[in-house]
Structure formats: C-alpha cells, structure tokens
C-alpha cells in the first residue's frame, strides 16, 4: 500500500470511529439519560481533532506548497493510476456523509431534549407574576377563598 492509500485509510478509519461515537450518543440521547454525554463529547471533540490533523497531513503529503486543504478530485483526476486510494476515498465520504446526517439529528434530539426540559422548568418554577386568578379587588390573589380551587 502506498503513502496515500495508507493516509486515507488512516483518515477513514479515523470517520467510522466518529461516525460510531455520534450514533451512541444518539443512543444515549433517545435514553433520555445524560450520564455518559460529558464522556461521548470529550471522545467526539479528541476525534474531531484526530480528523483535522489526518486532514493536514494528507493535504501536506499531497500538496507541493504548505495548503492545508486539497481539491482530492483533482488530485484524483491529476493521478489516476491511483485506484485503490480512490476506492478509500469513496468509502470515506461515504461515511462521512452517513455521519453528518447523524450529528443532524443529534442535535435536533438535543434541541427537543433542551426544549422539553424547558417547559418543565417554567412549570416548576412559575410565580407569582404569572397568577391566573384575582380577588374581587382585581388583585392577584395567591388563593380563591375555595377550598376545593385552591388545593388543585
């Protein structure tokens, strides 16, 4: 295997690990349980990085100057003899395509996770600023002078 096969299956390697952690926090999300997020968001972001630097140093290997990105198509266009590291390519964006759209949901589910906790949160935690019912006064009144209102 060559230096860029080697590179991109590294790379590719690198996309399943994440494609993997974003589908367990999905996991952990539809749990409803938050024990194991500060754990998956510590190995995502180590991931993320792990990713970045692939990315350099493949750009470096590939590129004449100092880029630290690389048009691959062109690349693959400008060097076609090389087929099995076009075949690691695919399968790579592939995945990562796969694992876009899991962070997408991802984050629609902490959006609705964030939302319900939300609307708990105002439940609990409304006052007296929000009260409903008023004396003959017109004032607000903690209570309804009814036994059976205000025990409900």
Do not use: C
């Not at 860029?4 to 996309?15: D, F, P, S």
């Not at 510590?42 to 100092?66: F, W």
């Not at 009260?131 to 209102?149: D, E, K, N, P, V």
Request: charge should be negative; proline fraction near 1%; hydrophobic fraction near 40%.
């Amino acid at each position: 295997m060559n230096t860029v096969a080697a590179l991109l299956k590294n790379e590719a390697a690198l996309v399943v690990r994440f494609r993997d952690t974003l589908l367990l926090e999905q996991e952990i999300l539809r749990s409803g349980s938050s024990d194991d997020l500060a754990k998956i968001s510590t190995e995502k972001l180590s991931l993320v990085d792990s990713l970045n630097q692939a990315g350099i140093e493949r750009a470096r290997t590939l590129s004449s100057s100092d880029e630290t990105a690389i048009d691959m198509q062109a690349w693959f266009s400008a060097h076609p003899q090389e087929t099995k590291s076009i075949t690691i390519w695919e399968g790579l964006l592939k995945v990562a395509r796969e694992a876009r759209e899991i962070n997408e949901l991802n984050g629609s589910l902490i959006s609705a996770l964030h939302q319900k906790t939300s609307d708990a949160l105002a439940i609990l935690t409304r006052g007296e600023a929000e009260q409903s019912l008023y004396s003959s006064s017109g004032q607000a009144s903690s209570s309804t002078g009814s036994r059976i209102i205000d025990s409900a």
